[in-house]
């Protein structure tokens, strides 16, 4: 059993920062890649940012030179900075994470529940 729990989400204006954080736990042993992804009312979830065990890092076009993604391995920890907020970045924030579990060493993804990021104009 593995959990995701994001937090970091809330109400902010347009060209403001707020930082995502979600950090995995339960029976894990090894994550690879970890992401963010996101989903506005009426659209299908999109891919915002995923970086990997190695530390490469792939942005959307639409968030890139903006938003930041790092991760702490030794925490199983990854953030979203997200700097100069445009109302259409307006979405729910899902955390991914790839895990292979500790004690069956499967290996699948992993989703957070979400946290509402909303930027007002």
């Known amino acids: 059993q593995v959990q995701l729990v994001e937090s970091g989400g809330g109400l902010v204006q347009a060209g403001g920062s707020l930082r995502l954080s979600c950090g995995a736990s339960g029976n894990i042993f090894r994550i690879d890649a970890m992401g963010w992804y996101r989903q506005a009312p009426g659209k299908a979830r999109e891919l915002v940012a995923t970086?990997?065990?190695?530390?490469?890092?792939n942005y959307a076009d639409s968030v890139k030179g903006r938003f930041t993604i790092s991760r702490d391995s030794a925490k199983n920890t990854v953030y979203l900075q997200m700097n100069s907020l445009k109302p259409e970045d307006t979405a729910v924030y899902y955390c991914?994470?790839?895990?292979?579990?500790?004690?069956?060493?499967?290996?699948?993804?992993?989703w957070g529940q979400g946290t509402q990021v909303t930027v007002s104009s």
């Open positions: 991914n994470a790839d895990v292979t579990n500790r004690y069956s060493y499967m290996r699948r993804d992993y």
């Open positions: 970086i990997g065990s190695g530390g490469s890092t």
